[in-house]
């Protein structure tokens, strides 16, 4: 690391107001595209949980840990099922944003994925920050592998673990062929990121309807998510009038597919259902739909 640490951000999306930039038009000129992602990571028993529900006895972290270990694994055994439900039901498809080893080690629950046509993201090889990465470069060729592996096509999206990266991250990811990311948590339509070997595209993540936030960091009562999404959906649907808008749902088995919060993400599905001008999309198709709005004409 040098002093220069996050001297190239500002030049990879330059600053630029929603209201002078080129204007979009969504199919049927709806107002709001919807995304929803379904986070599956792989915490090793071996090392610290990347995030805990139970504070160690004593204050003492120990290893393994159990406990917060398993909150996360009855996500897998339990919740996931619940999203497939949920989503099937209603005909609507995920972003499927999956570590690499958990291809292998969640064989079922990504399978599931696959075939129900869910649009599969790396989200690292492992669950862990890319600054602690040794080699990202290794790391994102191999989650890349594992996936055209398991579903005999590469990914074209990528979310780091947390959200994090590097200075380089964004060049790397996209040398390897990654066409659009999920980190950069900055605006409302998809940007270009500029890299090294042309540009990726930003599609809009959210730290703000991802349960993460609600339900681990903020623990939010139970209805967090249908009471701020409907709020966040309902004001961008004033908003897309005039200009369309992309809204993010980000969602991990271990929080929202318990018993206790599930309810609430269906009923705010069913409330964005309930509107016309909608469209209910994944990353990739709202990737392809930005891709031909700014395509230079021929």
């Not at 200075?167 to 996209?174: F, G, M, Q, S």
Request: proline share 8%.
């Amino acid at each position: 690391m040098t002093n220069d640490v996050g001297a190239s951000i500002r030049a990879r999306v330059p600053y630029e107001p929603i209201h002078k930039r080129r204007a979009l038009r969504l199919p049927g000129d709806a107002r709001v595209a919807v995304w929803t992602i379904v986070n599956v990571e792989n915490w090793s028993p071996q090392a610290a949980m990347p995030r805990a529900v139970l504070p160690p006895p004593m204050g003492q972290p120990l290893l393994p840990d159990v406990p917060n270990w398993a909150w996360h694994e009855y996500g897998m055994r339990v919740g996931f099922w619940r999203f497939v439900e949920a989503l099937g039901s209603r005909g609507l498809k995920a972003s499927f944003a999956v570590n690499g080893t958990a291809c292998e080690v969640y064989r079922d629950a990504c399978a599931a994925a696959r075939d129900a046509g869910w649009d599969f993201m790396g989200h690292g090889f492992v669950q862990k920050p890319m600054h602690k990465v040794e080699d990202q470069r290794a790391a994102i060729a191999d989650t890349i592998k594992a996936i055209s592996d398991f579903t005999g096509r590469p990914p074209r999206g990528w979310e780091s673990p947390g959200l994090t990266e590097t200075d380089e991250t964004v060049d790397l990811l996209a040398e390897a062929g990654i066409e659009y990311v999920a980190d950069w948590v900055l605006d409302e339509q998809p940007v270009p990121i500029r890299t090294r070997t042309g540009s990726l595209v930003s599609i809009p993540y959210t730290v703000e309807i991802n349960d993460v936030v609600m339900s681990a960091v903020q623990q939010q009562p139970s209805d967090e998510i249908l009471r701020r999404g409907r709020d966040h959906f309902d004001r961008l649907y004033q908003d897309g009038a005039t200009a369309p808008r992309v809204m993010a749902i980000s969602i991990h088995p271990y929080l929202t597919g318990v018993p206790h919060r599930i309810k609430y993400l269906e009923a705010l599905y069913d409330h964005i259902l309930g509107h016309d001008g909608v469209v209910m999309w994944t990353g990739a198709e709202i990737l392809d739909w930005y891709r031909s709005q700014t395509a230079t004409p021929t």
